[in-house]
């Protein structure tokens, strides 16, 4: 059983910057695609980013591209999402998740585990 923990949400001013990071134990990282999510208030949850088992390959959600960056840290069994340019409509609750499939699938039916997620806010 792996289990999930985000941290780094919080307020920030539109324009700003956040770093999220989901931290995993209990099963080996290294061998789990990982996924970020989000869902605001009254909306489906919706795919953000993911990367691979390696790391080698990722992707983004349009909304997303070119303002958010997901990474990885195997040796310290951590995801990161840095998110610069931050929008109001980027306010929500964002989930990380973990796939044995070991790619970045964009339907969260694929992920076999989920954190509980981290609000981020952004104010204009």
């Known amino acids: 059983q792996v289990q999930l923990v985000e941290s780094g949400g919080g307020l920030v001013q539109a324009g700003g910057s956040l770093r999220l990071s989901c931290a995993a134990s209990g099963g080996t990282f290294s061998r789990y695609g990982m996924g970020w999510f989000r869902q605001a208030p009254g909306k489906e949850r919706e795919f953000v980013a993911g990367?691979?088992?390696?790391?080698?390959?990722?992707n983004y959600a349009n909304s997303v591209k070119g303002r958010f960056t997901i990474s990885r840290d195997n040796a310290k069994n951590t995801v990161y999402l840095q998110m610069n340019s931050l929008k109001p409509e980027d306010t929500a609750v964002y989930s990380c998740?973990?796939?044995?499939?070991?790619?970045?699938?964009?339907?969260?039916?694929?992920?076999?585990?989920w954190g509980q997620g981290t609000q981020v806010t952004v104010s204009s």
């Open positions: 990367t691979s088992w390696s790391g080698g390959v990722t």
């Open positions: 998740a973990a796939t044995r499939g070991g790619v970045p699938y964009i339907d969260p039916t694929g992920y076999d585990y």
